[in-house]
């Protein structure tokens, strides 16, 4: 949407059109969400979880009718226009005044933070207006003490604060005029419980117009109704999702020029039609003859659940075709060029056979899906949701390798600007300086959008984020913490002596390598060379003493020293880990990247990422055939305790499941069937060769507790197939398939079991793979931000697989709660919880595990 209204001209309403080119100047001008712009909470990262408790609406956020058509999205951004007159009318220095009064938000949604506290305390629904309040300003007439108006900061319509003839402060009569549009607009009165923060003056005005008004209110009253800003910014952005690909902005004379188009495009239409009838009989003589002489396509190890648009050879076979692997990087960065050399002596056995392509942080989607100019992302890439299942760019997911590196999201930069970022504040005295470089289609950038005004961000292309530092136009940076280190911006030629970095980690940052999701058996051989070097140093293996390793024949004959080769070519992960990364990050200071020996979590959260709206499960799809045809999940699970406890009603017949493996086939259910976790029916599992068979065979659409090996993953020895694997949800079980008296025997006497389980799944479908991997991962989501199954409602909307699942996580948690709770109803007296199936949160613990 901001792009959109970037690019639109504001019609004069005479006859002049004005053109606003200055970025800055434009988001001054204009804000589309509210009309006295109040900005959305900017609570302390140490308070948000809190704050955002307390400040909980009971109410259904739901927006079942997000649909708009053409029309009415053309109406909304004509509304949104306003006069050249109007917006000439805020001088300079009114602007200069007006901008830092910014505040940070807290009394948006009722709140006003107490100073040098975390506390906060709800904001008087009526003040004297006389008195300043927090977040309100007073107009230059206060300088005085006069008595004049309190006014809301960072409002950005044009003529809202100053017109000839009006007082600075008060609210011009269109203004006015729309606010009555939206009061009055049933869906805003029915789905949020206001729209933004408005004044209503508490006395009768009369009949005396704008002006009375505005020369009656000085000294008096005023009414403050405080509303949720936020759920109104996310249903317009919900709407403009759904919509962005079939909207279309007209602008002023295209209706005229189309007109006279017309006549030309049926003239043209009609030639053409004729050649066409001329050239189609041919065409298909030819089209024939071609695909009879035609050699057979290789096809790849599992065919695309939609068809690609290039020939679907397997990335293997064209890898040994070009003879290099092509890698995507970002600026030769040198961990991300061995990366790529270790898979090189993977698969063609030299770690010099390599083609090393740098490439935009924003185009890397582009680049591996819809060019295939690289066979492989091995630049630092956050896995993300909606990276994971779909990017409207490359009209398609990607698949991520288990991640290579783990970090966190900080400022650095200016001393006194990064304590003010850092504290989320761009608002008053000198934090009202602050300008954040962040590069363009970053998790950063997505993170920044939420919690700072665009006035103090300036987008730019990672190969710039360093230049426009050492230049001054910007003070501050966010990145990962390797890539804002004092370290890395001295390499980059920062010469200053005041330089630091923030203390708080604003996101988690799982980093790995990126593949095409059609091609499970590439992504797969590249996960599995990682976890190797993982193993390689859990084992003390390095390259001098690589031939040790085992071997495998799971990928074919001809990779039977893959492995081997890869920890000759670059050293286990440790070995790479100091070549390039102590520098920048020391590894005890994050503590993330030792291999987890155990004692501490494995849990993880991952994160969401930027609401992109994706399509719906089609006709034939996995998720189709469960909800729209069967009307039920058919879920494997194996009988064992505290996970699996299957018992029949004799009056019923009808059997039930109770555990942490039945829970999860509950959540699925859930998500699945808009909360109703009773649709699914069990099937009982005795062998893992039965439970792959019957995957395979469809009979079940998932495994539940499916034991994580490299064989099972690549090609599982009954059926030959290679399956996918959810996040792990439980570590510690030597044989899944030992019987109920056998289990409670091995956790009585095993202090550290080994083995992960997971939900499986076939990966002809990797949307209905994304959707198992992510109803889990909600779980790890739901425990860290702490949200349990009595407040399942804050958990956020997910739009990727379509509008019908955008509360996937919502009814997952309502059905079974997060993992702690699923861990404490069905393990917790027979395991107590600890070690890797603890969450793993600030402080972090070691988060590498090989699986070998």
């Not at 709140?111 to 305390?121: E, F, H, I, N």
């Not at 069967?630 to 194996?638: A, K, Y």
């Not at 086939?665 to 099937?683: D, E, I, M, P």
Request: glycine share 6%; hydrophobic share 35%; charged share 25%.
């Amino acid at each position: 949407l901001k792009e959109q209204y970037r690019n639109l001209e504001i019609a004069s309403r005479s006859t002049e059109t004005a053109q606003i080119h200055d970025h800055d100047e434009f988001e001054d001008s204009l804000d589309f969400n509210c009309i006295a712009s109040i900005e959305e909470t900017r609570a302390k990262p140490t308070d948000l979880k809190e704050q955002y408790r307390n400040l909980q609406t009971n109410g259904n956020r739901q927006l079942e009718n997000s649909d708009v058509d053409h029309d009415t999205c053309q109406t909304k951004m004509h509304r949104a226009q306003f006069s050249g007159d109007d917006l000439r009318s805020i001088s300079r220095t009114e602007r200069d005044e007006i901008l830092p009064a910014r505040f940070s938000g807290a009394a948006a949604l009722g709140v006003a933070r107490l100073p040098g506290t975390g506390l906060s305390s709800s904001l008087p629904t009526s003040v004297d207006a006389r008195q300043p309040v927090p977040g309100f300003c007073r107009s230059s007439a206060q300088s005085n003490e006069k008595q004049a108006y309190n006014r809301p900061c960072g409002g950005s319509l044009p003529g809202a604060y100053s017109d000839p003839g009006r007082p600075a402060g008060s609210l011009p009569s269109y203004i006015r005029s729309r606010m009555s549009e939206i009061d009055s607009h049933s869906m805003w009165d029915s789905q949020f419980h206001s729209t933004q923060l408005l004044m209503e003056e508490e006395t009768e005005r009369g009949n005396g117009g704008l002006d009375d008004f505005e020369e009656d209110t000085a000294g008096k009253p005023i009414s403050c109704t405080v509303i949720n800003d936020r759920e109104l910014s996310e249903s317009i952005q919900h709407q403009i999702l759904l919509e962005t690909d079939e909207a279309e902005i007209v602008q002023i004379g295209d209706v005229d020029s189309r007109a006279k188009k017309t006549w030309c495009i049926i003239c043209f239409t009609l030639t053409l039609l004729a050649v066409l009838s001329t050239v189609i009989g041919l065409s298909v003589a030819l089209v024939r003859n071609m695909e009879e002489m035609k050699s057979p396509a290789i096809n790849p190890t599992i065919a695309p659940t939609i068809a690609p648009t290039h020939q679907p050879l397997p990335t293997l076979e064209v890898i040994h075709s070009n003879g290099a692997v092509r890698c995507g990087v970002k600026w030769l960065i040198p961990l991300e060029t061995d990366l790529c050399r270790a898979l090189a002596a993977a698969v063609l056995g030299d770690p010099e056979k390599i083609v090393i392509e740098e490439i935009n942080v924003a185009e890397r989607w582009k680049e591996l899906e819809n060019k295939r100019s690289v066979d492989i992302v091995t630049m630092t890439s956050t896995h993300t949701m909606h990276r994971d299942i779909y990017l409207k760019d490359s009209k398609s997911g990607f698949t991520f390798s288990a991640p290579y590196l783990y970090d966190g999201l900080a400022f650095g930069g200016i001393t006194k600007y990064v304590k003010c970022a850092d504290s989320l504040d761009t608002y008053f005295g000198e934090c009202a300086g602050v300008r954040i470089c962040v590069s363009e289609g970053s998790t950063a950038q997505d993170l920044l959008i939420d919690y700072v005004a665009d006035i103090n961000i300036r987008v730019v292309a990672f190969e710039d984020l360093y230049k426009d530092f050492l230049e001054n136009k910007c003070n501050v940076l966010i990145e990962t913490t390797t890539l804002v280190s004092e370290s890395r911006l001295k390499e980059e030629g920062y010469h200053g002596t005041d330089y630091s970095m923030g203390k708080t980690i604003f996101m988690n940052e799982p980093l790995s390598m990126v593949t095409r999701e059609d091609d499970p058996e590439w992504s797969n051989f590249v996960t599995w060379v990682l976890r190797a070097l993982f193993a390689a140093e859990e084992q003390n293996i390095t390259n001098s003493t690589a031939s040790t390793f085992a071997t495998t024949t799971v990928f074919g004959d001809q990779y039977n020293n893959m492995f081997v080769n890869a920890i000759n070519a670059v050293g286990n992960y440790g070995d790479l880990y100091q070549s390039h990364v102590e520098s920048l990050l020391p590894r005890k200071n994050l503590n993330l990247n030792f291999p987890n020996n155990g004692s501490t979590g494995l849990h993880y959260a991952f994160p969401i990422g930027k609401p992109i709206a994706g399509p719906d499960p089609v006709e034939g799809s996995t998720i189709y055939s469960i909800t729209k045809q069967r009307g039920h999940l058919n879920c494997g699970i194996f009988e064992r305790a505290g996970f699996g406890v299957g018992t029949v009603d004799n009056s019923t017949k009808v059997e039930s499941w109770q555990g942490m493996d039945a829970d999860y086939c509950y959540a699925l259910s859930a998500s699945l069937f808009q909360g109703n976790k009773s649709k699914v029916s069990f099937v009982r599992l005795q062998s893992t060769e039965e439970s792959f068979h019957a995957l395979n065979s469809g009979e079940v659409d998932v495994i539940a507790g499916g034991k994580i090996t490299l064989e099972s993953n690549v090609k599982e020895a009954s059926t030959g197939k290679g399956y996918t694997f959810s996040i792990p949800y439980y570590f510690g079980l030597d044989n899944i398939m030992m019987s109920q008296d056998k289990l409670h025997s091995h956790f009585r006497h095993s202090t550290t079991p080994d083995g992960a389980i997971a939900l499986v799944t076939r990966e002809d479908d990797p949307q209905w793979s994304d959707f198992v991997f992510w109803v889990v991962m909600g779980t790890f989501i739901a425990e860290d931000k702490l949200i349990t199954k009595d407040i399942y409602r804050d958990m956020v909307d997910v739009f990727a697989f379509g509008s019908s699942f955008k509360d996937m996580h919502r009814h997952a948690i309502s059905a079974v709660g997060n993992y702690g709770e699923i861990y404490k109803r069905s393990v917790e007296s027979i395991v107590p919880r600890k070690g890797r199936n603890l969450l793993n949160t600030n402080p972090f613990g070691p988060q590498l595990y090989s699986y070998f």
